[in-house]
């Protein structure tokens, strides 16, 4: 007989869930891998295979109890559904969010081996997320930035104006007034933001033509060595660095191959990687431009219908929280972090600054009827 003891139910719910996760997981970065390209898809599919590995574990675990296949919970399937129909950055988000979230740490019935691979997978993605968060990062900060701003100040506005008593036609006037000068201003500030963020980090960032100088440097001068030590080096390391590259540019000679090292050592590259992370000034300010209207305009909506008192106040707030709500959670899938705590941190914002405008209005206006 087996000396093996009989699982309990709880071990067995907690086994199928596990094997139930698994599978999504592994089929996940099956997809995935076949809007990637190379090498990207190749290390897609072996994350796909680790899975396929752990779900075996479970399987074999679970034997006759792993059938009929357990279903995944609702809200990861929802997930993963929203994922795959909005893009890749949504699916890799949420496989981080996935990998981090394991519970594999606290459970004796995990090896220790698969809980670590668990931990590393989340650091895969977390590298392979982070190439598309920085294509979006510029014009979806500014995205997010100007929703939020026009959702807030706008619904803000109305609510201390029509706490005053004002007519609805007027309340949507003044709102109408408050997009328009928002977006506006939004734009306009997201344009100037940009150019000058770029142009000082243009300024800040290694020339690109400065490794076509190093072949005809002094060796035993050695300004290289200088350069290093003034980017944060000690003279040792320094000294080091530039006999690295000098020995580097020897074996290589004057082919353009040669040259790569260079590049490297100096730091060609970083001026796209961090202007990349700020984004385009036109894009910035178009998409600050589009979304604070968009959510300037949200809370107007009740406004365009005449209906006085508070029916068009509260349907009003109700809309701007559900939205900021959505746009709070978004961010914090895309981030990898915890979605309803970004979210209700939104709403707490955005309601605070509703909730001062309306006091301040009620206090100087008269009263609502």
Same mark, same amino acid.
């Given at each position: 007989?087996?000396? +093996? ?34 090498? *990207? ?5 072996? &994350? ?5 590995? *752990? ?9 006759? =109890? ?33 990998? =981090?979230?394991? $519970? ?8 220790? =081996? ?7 997978h989340g650091e895969v993605v977390r590298s392979l997320a982070a190439e598309s968060r920085a294509h979006m990062a ?28 004002? +007519? ?72 080091? *660095? ?10 290589? #000679? ?14 060609? #590259? ?7 992370a700020v984004g385009t000034p036109f894009r910035a300010a178009v998409s600050s431009f589009i979304f604070f209207a ?31 709500? $959505?746009?709070?959670?978004?961010? $914090?899938? &895309? ?31 008269? +009263?609502?009827?």
């Amino acid at each position: 007989m087996s000396d +093996t003891p009989t699982p309990s139910r709880r071990q067995i719910r907690r086994w199928r869930r596990y094997l139930a996760e698994e599978r999504l997981e592994a089929d996940t970065y099956r997809n995935l891998a076949r809007r990637q390209r190379s090498p *990207h898809r190749e290390i897609m599919l072996e &994350l796909a295979a680790a899975e396929g590995r *752990h779900e075996q574990y479970w399987l074999e675990l679970l034997g006759d =109890q792993a059938y009929p296949p357990p279903r995944v919970p609702w809200r990861r399937r929802l997930m993963s559904s929203l994922a795959n129909r909005f893009g890749s950055v949504f699916v890799l988000a949420l496989a981080q969010r996935s990998e =981090q979230r394991t $519970g594999y740490d606290d459970d004796h019935d995990v090896p220790d =081996q698969m809980a670590a691979d668990e931990h590393i997978h989340g650091e895969v993605v977390r590298s392979l997320a982070a190439e598309s968060r920085a294509h979006m990062a510029g014009s979806f900060r500014a995205a997010v930035f100007g929703a939020n701003d026009g959702l807030i100040s706008n619904l803000a506005l109305i609510l201390g104006v029509a706490a005053t008593g004002m +007519t609805p036609s007027m309340v949507l006037a003044t709102g109408v007034a408050g997009l328009l000068a928002g977006a506006l201003s939004m734009g306009a500030g997201e344009w100037i933001s940009v150019s000058s963020q770029r142009e000082l980090l243009s300024a800040s960032t290694p020339d690109d033509d400065a490794h076509r100088s190093v072949p005809a440097l002094d060796v035993n001068a050695n300004e290289l060595a200088l350069l290093f030590r003034a980017r944060g080096e000690s003279p040792e390391t320094a000294q080091e *660095h530039a006999e690295r590259v000098f020995a580097a540019l020897g074996e290589a #000679g004057d082919s353009a191959s040669g040259q790569l090292p260079l590049r490297s050592a100096l730091g060609e #590259g970083a001026r796209q990687t961090s202007t990349e992370a700020v984004g385009t000034p036109f894009r910035a300010a178009v998409s600050s431009f589009i979304f604070f209207a968009l959510g300037a305009l949200l809370p107007l909506i009740p406004f365009m219908f005449g209906v006085g008192g508070w029916m068009p106040i509260v349907i009003s707030s109700v809309l701007v929280g559900i939205t900021l709500l $959505g746009t709070g959670g978004v961010v $914090g899938l &895309l981030s990898g972090g915890t979605p309803w705590r970004t979210a209700l941190r939104q709403l707490a914002v955005g309601y605070g600054a509703a909730a001062v405008t309306f006091a301040l209005g009620t206090l100087f206006g008269a +009263t609502i009827g």
